[in-house]
């Protein structure tokens, strides 16, 4: 893929518009607020206390420190940077670069929510000429789960959110909004060959209610779907995906702090830059192993096409009571009978046979010719 890590994206404030809630939360006069204060009534539900000062500290992914953001003091984060094992997805396309698998809470339960969840690519079956057949859905092909293209708003229902909520219950899509400005960012900076086309995209955000542990909630769920076209020959990419949620009572009050939150996330510049660094090097050993693999394979392949041709040849020399010798003289590869042990052979292509093991023809007086060497079964 031409971006395997997906910060540059994934932190750009604004994108996750919060059904058109303000990114820059105002006071009660109206203006703008400070870094550090937020409204009354929005404060309201994140503290419990009537107070107009929002403390908001700023941590630090703990994984490798690769970004920061501004949180509510009291509430926690979970997870980080996450790197796939290839040795776990039969394949290194998925591992090559840093993913995202991040929380923000306001409990340990998380019943308010913020999750930036990983990108992973996929390949399309269909995409996959006549070699598609071998690999049905749900299978690995060079580390990505065989799986047909999906639109973003069937990819966050069918894929997204059973997978974050395996015990909702009453789930109800409440809209499917299309988000155009997200695809259109990501279009701009789109791989493009000639004759092949460019990657394409589309987004859409999803809000829906359901039930979880006795907590009616409501939750909005964001992605770009990427599509690799010709390029990627069916590959295609989850891209700024992620959801928050709160009780449905609280999400309107919180929507502003989620947006806040979402906007004060800070890259570490030294990181990223070590990490488009390891990532080409990743590349390239990935590619070198890729080939490794492909040499092992095609010998493979040889040796068990050989393998089965030596094992029909058997079958055929015995079934003729015939044997495979080599010419002493000329090193090639002869027929002859199998009803002897021993083989002699000399320059001028006579033979002898024989079941005695002490038997020499080069001294035998009844033989004209003292040039036999012997003529032993070609080696298996």
């Known amino acids: 893929m031409a971006n395997h890590t997906q910060f540059p994206i994934l932190l750009m404030a604004g994108l996750f518009s919060l059904a058109g809630c303000s990114t820059q939360p105002k006071t009660q006069s109206g203006g703008p607020s400070s870094a550090g204060s937020i409204s009354a009534s929005a404060l309201d539900i994140t503290s419990g206390k009537p107070h107009d000062v929002l403390y908001l500290r700023r941590v630090m992914e703990p994984r490798e420190h690769a970004f920061s953001l501004l949180i509510p003091k009291g509430w926690r984060t979970e997870g980080g940077i996450l790197r796939i ?205 890729q080939k490794y693999v492909e040499n092992v394979d095609r010998q493979i392949v040889e040796h068990r096409r050989n393998t ?10 015995n079934m003729t009571n015939q044997e495979e010798y080599v010419n002493p003289y000329t090193k090639e590869v002869e027929t002859g009978t199998n009803q002897y042990s021993n083989r002699w052979q000399n320059a001028g292509g006579e033979v002898v046979y024989t079941n005695d093991p002490n038997y020499d023809p080069n001294r035998d007086p009844n033989v004209e010719h003292t040039d036999f060497k012997r003529s032993d079964i070609r080696p298996r």
């Open 85 to 289: 094992n290839p040795m776990t997805m039969n394949g290194a396309v998925n591992t090559l670069g840093a993913k995202v698998d991040f929380q923000v809470k306001r409990d340990e339960r998380g019943t308010v929510l913020m999750h930036w969840i990983p990108e992973m690519t996929y390949k399309d079956p269909r995409r996959m000429g006549a070699g598609g057949f071998a690999f049905p859905v749900g299978s690995m092909y060079m580390g990505m789960k065989v799986y047909p293209l999906m639109p973003p708003f069937a990819f966050l229902q069918q894929a997204v959110f059973p997978a974050q909520h395996p015990q909702a219950r009453n789930v109800k899509v409440l809209e499917q909004r299309p988000q155009p400005h997200l695809a259109q960012v990501f279009q701009k900076q789109a791989p493009c060959r000639p004759g092949m086309g460019c990657y394409t995209y589309d987004a859409g955000l999803l809000t829906v209610t359901y039930d979880e542990d006795g907590v009616h909630y409501k939750e909005m769920l964001l992605t770009a779907i990427e599509d690799s076209g010709a390029l990627g020959v069916g590959m295609w990419t989850n891209k700024s995906t992620m959801l928050v949620r709160a009780p449905a009572a609280e999400f309107e009050k919180l929507a502003p702090l989620f947006s806040l939150i979402q906007s004060s996330e800070k890259l570490n510049q030294s990181w990223l830059a070590a990490e488009r660094r390891g990532e080409a090097q990743r590349a390239r050993n990935a590619l070198a192993t």
């Open 308 to 317: 089965y041709a030596e094992i029909a040849n058997d079958m055929y020399l």
